[in-house]
């Protein structure tokens, strides 16, 4: 049973930064896809990062919305995925979503993700 648990939201000003985790357990998986999506209220849950693993490489790719504000990477002995976002904006406000796809794709589409973790809140305030 894999079990995604994320952490790190919060309220921050707009401007400041704030590091989410994912820790994943449980599974077996050598190459595997984990992405980050938000959904802000009466929206639907859109892409924000990912990162391809494969043992020890991990490819990044990134919203357009996010690119060079927002970092993923991952700790590989943990098993562990963050995402550092700085210059961060009130339109970045959202429950954040950490997501497993046992696929070693790129996919942006939420419906190919079979796991995900709980949400975290982050609200960015003017």
């Known amino acids: 049973q894999v079990q995604l648990v994320e952490s790190g939201g919060g309220l921050v000003q707009a401007g400041g930064s704030l590091t989410l985790s994912c820790a994943a357990s449980?599974?077996?998986?050598?190459?595997?896809?984990m992405g980050w999506f938000r959904q802000a209220p009466g929206k639907e849950r859109e892409f924000v990062a990912l990162?391809?693993?494969?043992?020890?490489?991990?490819?990044?790719y990134y919203a357009d919305s996010v690119k060079g504000r927002f970092t993923i990477s991952r700790e590989h002995d943990k098993r562990t995925v963050y995402l550092q976002m700085n210059s961060l904006k009130p339109e970045d406000t959202a429950l954040y979503y950490c997501?497993?796809?046992?696929?070693?794709?790129?996919?942006?589409?939420?419906?190919?993700?079979?796991?995900w973790g709980q949400g975290t809140q982050v609200t960015v305030s003017l």
């Open positions: 449980g599974g077996t998986f050598n190459k595997y896809t």
């Open positions: 990162i391809r693993i494969n043992w020890n490489s991990g490819i990044t």
């Open positions: 997501g497993l796809d046992s696929a070693y794709d790129a996919s942006i589409r939420p419906r190919d993700y079979e796991y």
